[in-house]
């Protein structure tokens, strides 16, 4: 009877050790592949830092759950804070869409005379496993002489997956309306 206590406490032990054992955390990042450089004679634009909701603007990935209810994920971080993530996506992807090698995203106080600044004001990324990502963006554009333009973008990205595939296909969907967000930015700044 003793050995069969003594088998049973060290079984409970191990299997309490295996449940404290925190997963090992995995960084993330939005951009993708460098995008080629542009012409000098396109637009400039300084892309500042994204504004975002107090619950996103952390270091950890923010998922929706059911029933209104979301999932922090304390093993899947982003590799640096969102807010310049963002900004540098869009920024990219405005710089191959207008052909521009002019496009910046800097990472705190470097400024230069541009052309456009473009601030973001991000209200939404509800991002669900297996299903996707909805962005909503208002962003302004305020050129170095003239009225602002602003706009609104709010897209929608399927990403199906199970298990680890489910975080890359999200993490690509993110991306992917991003680039869609500097899509629509960059058919108001040729219009």
Same mark, same amino acid.
């Given at each position: ?5 003594? /088998?049973?406490?060290? =079984?409970?032990? &191990? ?5 404290? #054992?925190?997963?090992? #955390? ?17 637009? *400039? ?5 994204? %504004? /975002?909701?107090?619950?996103?603007? +952390? ?11 979301? %999932?922090?994920? !304390?093993?899947? +971080? ?12 869009? %920024? ?8 521009? &090698? ?19 004001? =991000?209200? /939404?990324?509800?991002? #669900? ?10 962003? +302004? ?11 609104? *973008?709010?897209?929608? !990205? ?7 595939? &489910?975080?890359?296909?999200?993490? &690509?969907? !993110?991306?992917? %309306? /991003? ?13």
């Amino acid at each position: 009877m003793m050995c069969f206590r003594r /088998l049973v406490a060290v =079984v409970f032990a &191990a299997v309490l050790t295996a449940c404290a #054992t925190p997963l090992p #955390t995995v960084y993330y990042t939005l951009n993708g592949d460098p995008l080629p450089g542009g012409g000098q004679g396109s637009p *400039s634009i300084v892309v500042l830092p994204a %504004a /975002l909701p107090e619950l996103l603007d +952390r270091p950890q990935w923010v998922l929706q759950a059911n029933d209104g209810q979301v %999932a922090i994920k !304390e093993s899947r +971080r982003w590799a640096e804070p969102l807010r310049n993530e963002i900004s540098r996506v869009v %920024a990219g992807e405005l710089g191959r869409l207008l052909d521009s &090698a002019r496009v910046l995203a800097p990472n705190g106080g470097s400024e230069f005379q541009a052309d456009y600044r473009l601030r973001l004001d =991000v209200q /939404l990324v509800d991002a #669900t496993l297996g299903k996707g990502v909805a962005i909503d963006v208002f962003w +302004r554009l305020e050129p170095a002489k003239g009225k602002p333009l602003t706009g609104r *973008s709010q897209l929608h !990205e399927a990403a199906e997956g199970v298990g680890e595939a &489910a975080y890359e296909q999200l993490l &690509a969907a !993110e991306r992917r %309306a /991003l680039q869609r967000v500097a899509k629509d930015i960059a058919a108001e700044i040729r219009h």
